[in-house]
Antibody, heavy 117, light 111 residues
Framework: EVQLVESGGGLVQPGGSLRLSCAASGFTFISYEMNWVRQAPGKGLEWVSY????????YYADSVKGRFTISRDNAKNSLYLQMNSLRAEDTAVYYC??????????WGQGALVTVSS | QLVLTQSPSASASLGASVKLTCTLSRGHSSYAIAWHQQQPEKGPRYLMN???????SKGDGIPDRFSGSSSGAERYLTISSLQSEDEADYYC?????????FGGGTKLTVL
């Protein structure tokens, strides 16, 4: 069974940093591209970042470019999102999602990040 | 610019059918999309991917009640024999080089 479990969310002050992790199981992690998607309270889904199988290709939404860094450790079956210079508008539930081709076919349950003083 | 447009809300009666629409922006009518369901207080769930010719492939465990179709720049999700658990937000999603794009979502109410 495919499972994606996010962790590392919490309350952080504006300007602070946080690192999210996503533990993957039930599939061959190295064979899949991965994404982070977020959802602000009461809002729709917003794609955040993408990473290819071996880090060769990485992309970010304009809203997080220069502040967030996606990475993966294939030996640990894990995906990460380092978030720096956090702003109130980054408050959201962050989901990791597996990509099958170009569509997202499995999602985690999400990790809540709250940016507030 | 690649944009997906969805109606904010839809409603239909228990046991009836409903057809949700996702419209691709001008110049992108050949793009495939994916449909995702998000039940209240849950993470999204992948339903299917849908090509411009209407062919589609559903995710694991998705009931036959869910089907997809296409016409021009429009992509449809049809849910038949509506059940209470179908009350959810439905998002379409597509992609271009390096980016993934979501529609604004349609909130489906089952009456």
């Amino acid at each position: 069974e495919v499972q994606l479990v996010e962790s590392g969310g919490g309350l952080v002050q504006p300007g602070g940093s946080l690192r999210l992790s996503c533990a993957a199981s039930g599939f061959t992690f190295i064979s899949y591209e991965m994404n982070w998607v977020r959802q602000a309270p009461g809002k729709g889904l917003e794609w955040v970042s993408y990473i290819s199988y071996s880090d060769r290709s990485i992309y970010y939404a304009d809203s997080v470019k220069g502040r967030f860094t996606i990475s993966r450790d294939n030996a640990k079956n894990s995906l990460y999102l380092q978030m720096n210079s956090l702003r109130a508008e980054d408050t959201a539930v962050y989901y990791c999602a597996r990509a099958s081709g170009s569509f997202l076919d499995y999602w985690g349950q999400g990790a809540l990040v709250t940016v507030s003083s | 610019q690649l944009v997906l447009t969805q109606s904010p809300s839809a409603s239909a009666s228990l046991g009836a059918s409903v057809k949700l629409t996702c419209t691709l922006s001008r110049g992108h009518s050949s793009y495939a999309i994916a449909w995702h369901q998000q039940q209240p207080e849950k993470g999204p769930r992948y339903l299917m991917n849908l090509n411009s010719d209407g062919s589609h492939s559903k995710g694991d465990g998705i009931p036959d009640r869910f089907s997809g179709s296409s016409s021009g720049a429009e992509r449809y999700l049809t849910i038949s024999s509506l059940q209470s658990e179908d009350e959810a937000d439905y998002y379409c999603q597509t992609w271009d080089t390096g980016i993934r794009v979501f529609g604004g979502g349609t909130k489906l109410t089952v009456l």
